[in-house]
């Protein structure tokens, strides 16, 4: 196996963080690997956004919490209602990538982007956890505005479809779960 492959297989989703930030040199790699996923005609219609300001960190972890306490989705209440849950784990950095809403495909290409990022980061020995609910806060226009408020820099007419923390794992790597089975046909 090669070790493009062996780290796909070693990627998993970490959910405790030391209190310690990703060297600059990893974040830029990080950044760039996830500008090198393919795009719609080549558009490259994405904003990457880097967050490491721990107030800020806070704030938004704020905002998704009261959200999902919030939510209609009795699993998403239970979740938020954990004792200690914290919607980014603690990690001390979280990126969100951006799409331009009059790009072709601006949430492929946004999806696309994060991967790479998070297999970069996976092949760095760096762990990462996709977290949703920025993404879902940006839902609607109050959870936009309230995502906005916080000053980020995300440009008008983008929206933000990705977002995954990134720091060192504090917690034994996980091991992956089976892969379900009978989901592939192939036709010759
Ligand atoms: C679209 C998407 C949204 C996700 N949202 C969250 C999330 O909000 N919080 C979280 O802890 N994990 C989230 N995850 C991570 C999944 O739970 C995780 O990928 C899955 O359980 C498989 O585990 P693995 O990543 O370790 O292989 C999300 C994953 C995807 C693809």
């Known amino acids: 196996m090669n070790e493009t492959i062996e780290t796909i297989f070693h990627r998993r989703s970490i959910r405790a963080y030391q209190p310690l930030q990703i060297r600059e040199e990893e974040l830029q ?7 090198y996923a393919p795009t719609a005609m080549g558009e490259q219609p994405w904003h990457f956004t880097v967050l490491q300001n721990p107030d ?3 704030k938004l972890q ?6 999902f306490l919030n939510s209609d989705n009795a699993s998403l ?10 919607v980014f ?17 601006p949430l492929q290409d946004s ?16 762990g990462s ?19 906005r408020s916080l000053g980020l820099g995300v440009p008008e007419g983008y929206q933000p479809h990705a977002a995954a923390v990134f720091g060192y794992s504090a917690m034994p ?16």
Request: net charge negative.
């Open 29 to 35: 790699e990080i950044i760039l690997a996830g500008q």
């Open 56 to 58: 800020l960190l806070e």
């Open 62 to 67: 704020l905002q998704c919490k009261a959200l």
């Open 77 to 86: 209440r239970a979740v938020a209602s954990r004792e200690g849950y914290h």
């Open 89 to 105: 784990y603690h990690a001390p950095t979280l990126l969100i990538v951006s799409g331009d809403c009059k790009a072709i495909t």
């Open 111 to 126: 999806l696309l982007a994060m991967e790479n990022m998070l297999l970069a980061a996976a092949s760095l020995g760096i």
């Open 129 to 147: 956890c996709w977290v949703h609910s920025v993404v879902m806060l940006c839902g609607n226009d109050e959870g936009t505005a309230a995502f």
């Open 173 to 188: 790597w996980p091991e992956a779960e089976p892969r379900k089975p009978g989901r592939v046909n192939v036709v010759r």
